[in-house]
């Protein structure tokens, strides 16, 4: 039976790519040697991480503007860390619009002073705050794009000159941004590019090297970018399948192409939630994330037949995070409108029987 994975990650790739993926953990570009068992400085290799970091600048319409991309370790959360230890000499400021803000706000305190410039934490994040000034003397403004767990998304930037960082690691490539906006993006692989183990680190080099501390060098955006991501060891697997992915996206037709798709799933998804009485959103209207649906049941007594009937449809990975409760659905790029319908028509069935 076809499975409808819904889960926030990690991982949804498309079946292509985890074909070519594991064809070449057997036998990489007819080598005769497993993807993960080749040297990382050899050729074959060297290519792979060039043409992914030239494969998401040139998504992201970043090339020749000056920034680097970076194929990193430790996950989003070494970014909450790194970006500060990397561009924190007096003051940041972040957007706090749930549990991962908060982690990064953790985080940055312990490199210098973190005001909260506005925080959604009065509604149990289920809304992005708005009308708010970015204050002139901060080092970085940081923003969460797409909040993973509540089920919220940024549609409108602030208009600062404040070199703006943005952990985009539930929504990248999957809408069109100016993402010139940004000084410093990063996002973990593991839910719109990749497995577990890559964090795509996209910074524009004129931020970097105004802080007076000494950085570790493995925390030091300079050095890896003057190794080109290969100060050490690369998660080679990891790093080579985000390559697929951004392959398979541009042949698809880039961000612009997955976008127009991306909008048809969640206008399906949002539009059953309204208009089936069983069901309601979590998450304000104008902010709904198109990455992570939150919603819940009106009658929690309907639980264990949804439920059930999820199951035999073949629907996974939709229970809401502990912190929230009800459902998320997660629609990344990969999931197909197919799998939207599928869920769609267990949501209607429930209300047929009900
Ligand atoms: N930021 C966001 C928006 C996330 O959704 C997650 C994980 O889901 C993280 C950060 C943490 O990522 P990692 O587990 O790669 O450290």
Redesign the pocket.
Known sequence: MKKHNFS??PCILPQEVLQKASEALLNFNDSGLSLIEISHRSKDFVEVMDTAQSLALELLDLKGKGYKALFLQ?????Q?LMTAYNLLENKAGYLNTGT?SD?AIKEAKLFGEVVEVRSSKDKKFNYIPKNYMVPADLDYFHL?S????FGTQIKEFPKTKIPMVC?M??DIFSRKLDFSQFDLIYA?A??NMGP?GA?LVVVKEDILGKVTRQIPSMLDYKVHISKESMFNTPPVFAVYTSMLTLQWLKNLGGIEAIEEINNKKAQLLYSEIDLNPLFKGYAEKADRSNMNATFNLTDEKLKGSFDAMCKEAGINGINGHRSVGGYRASMYNALSLDSVGALVDVMSDLERNA
């Open positions: 926030a990650g430790g996950g989003a959360s070494m909450f991962w982690k969460t797409n909040n993973t767990i952990d690691s539930s973990g593991q839910k577990a964090t």
